[in-house]
């Protein structure tokens, strides 16, 4: 629904009030953060009875003129995005297999996939990653791949799913009369006209995959945030752990909004209209809206987890 | 089996935990949300902008950074609370814009027919919004609305490794205790977890059924 319809253009006196609410919420918004900001830059008095410089002192931030750090950073962040990648290319996959045994005509091949796709979709990815830590003793590196792959998989192939039977029937019966056996009509006409129905879902997915890789901090994988905060606030001191902290949550930042941003660019390409078929997907949080007044905006939104 | 049975105490005590943190957090994520969402389409710019910057921010980092900042940044700055408390305000601040982007998007569905009668009888914002789209928005709203609280129940676990002993923390200390039956016990704890998403999911997807009949 447009905005507009809500309210009547304003007039000259509304625009008038409007903009001195504006201007006053705008005013409080810059004062809370200059409080914060100017409460952070306090100079602060330890347990130890030592004075340390506020938050925006040079000397809490000169590390950053090091290359060093910089190239520590970066492997910080190689970390990250290799881990997202090598779960999205496995999460894609599963994802295809999960779609297929869903959709399979076989019964004793549809039921058994639905249960385990239940099962992966209702579990914290933390708890699988601990799983695959403990029980296969594989490392945090695998470990991280495997629960992230596993569950963005099973979400995936919902997704797929969700875009196979929203397809309309001719394509199937169409497949079927010229002579293609079953299986070969869901591979080549059924499939690649769902997947790319369903892409910029799946790339919104992948974003909260790579946002998830965040976890893997928890089972002891030197990703960005152990790498930055933990062992550079170890080696250079403990004053720079919120200049570094910081740093991460930027850089995250960007990374993730530089792909949300392409997710969008790619659904308006497309321009799908995965919104509705996404709508029959459970779990995919925010997807749901259910008309198509603006596609562009719908089907993008991310899952929490 | 037997390390399971033996536990099954701290297993309830972090099932509680894990309880009580969904609860707090879902019902703070639940107000904030509301909030954000009318600011979102309020008529004030102001008020849309700082909604929309507050959204893509948070939604942008990760859970692990926002408990991250909430259990070591925070007690930095002189806020003195408990764990508990302080991953219940992380888990509150990261999902109340997936409730905002549901609600929204609920708001965005009702068909445009709707608010335009509305308006040309000459009902205000406040009342249009109240009266006739708002009852429309939530129930399309209800079942993604069910879906964001499902992924906060499993992000509790994540608060685990802030100290707060919750499920996945009761799950470690058990292991630390008995590595023997690593399998039964994550196994166990992962059963904790689906009693509670999958009949919400049940729940989320019948709803879904009855408001697209009734559309």
Sequence with gaps: ?305 | MDAVIENFPTFLAGFGQTLSLFAIAGLGAFVLGVIVATLRISPIASFRTIATIYTEVVRNTPLTLVLFGCAFILPYLDVRLDFFVLAAIGLTVYTSPFVAEAIRSGVNGVPIGQAEAARSIGLTFGQSLSTVVMPQAIRMVIPPLINVFIALVKNTSVAGAFFVVELFAAARIVINVRGDQVIAILLAVAAFYLVVTIPLGQLAAALEKRVAVLR
């Design chain 1, 1 to 305: 629904m447009s905005q507009s319809v809500l309210y009547d253009a304003p007039g000259p006196k509304a625009r008038r009030r409007s903009r001195i609410i504006s201007i006053v919420a705008g005013v409080l918004v810059i004062a809370g953060l200059a409080w914060l900001i100017i409460t952070l830059g306090a100079e602060r008095v330890t347990a130890g009875g030592v004075t340390q410089p506020g938050l925006w002192d040079a000397s809490r931030w000169d590390i950053f003129l090091d290359l060093a750090v910089w190239r520590a950073i970066g492997r910080g962040v190689l970390a990250t995005l290799q881990m997202a990648a090598v779960a999205a290319v496995l999460a894609i996959v599963i994802g295809i297999l999960f779609s297929f045994g869903r959709t399979a005509k076989a019964r004793w091949i549809r039921i058994p996939t639905a249960v385990v796709l239940e099962f992966f979709r209702g579990m914290p990815v933390l708890l699988m990653m601990l799983f695959v830590l403990l029980v296969f003793s594989t490392g945090s590196y695998w470990a991280g791949v495997a629960g992230l792959a596993v569950y963005n998989g099973a979400i995936i192939g919902e997704i797929l799913r969700a875009g196979i039977v929203a397809l309309p029937k001719g394509q199937r019966e169409a497949g079927l009369s010229i002579g293609l056996t079953p299986i070969a009509t869901r591979f080549l006409i059924e499939f690649p006209q769902a997947f790319r129905q369903m892409l910029p879902i799946i790339i919104a997915q992948l974003v909260v995959l790579l946002k998830d890789t965040a976890l893997a901090y928890i089972v002891g994988y030197t990703e960005l945030l152990r790498q930055v905060v933990n062992r550079l606030s170890n080696f250079y001191g403990n004053e720079y752990f919120f200049s570094l902290f910081f740093v991460v949550l930027l850089i995250y930042l960007a990374i993730n909004l530089t792909l949300s941003w392409i997710a969008r660019f790619v659904a308006r390409k497309t321009g799908s209209h995965a919104g509705a078929a996404a709508a029959k997907v459970p779990g995919v949080e925010g997807t749901q809206a259910i008309t198509m007044q603006r596609p562009a905006d719908t089907g993008l939104d991310q899952t929490p987890r």
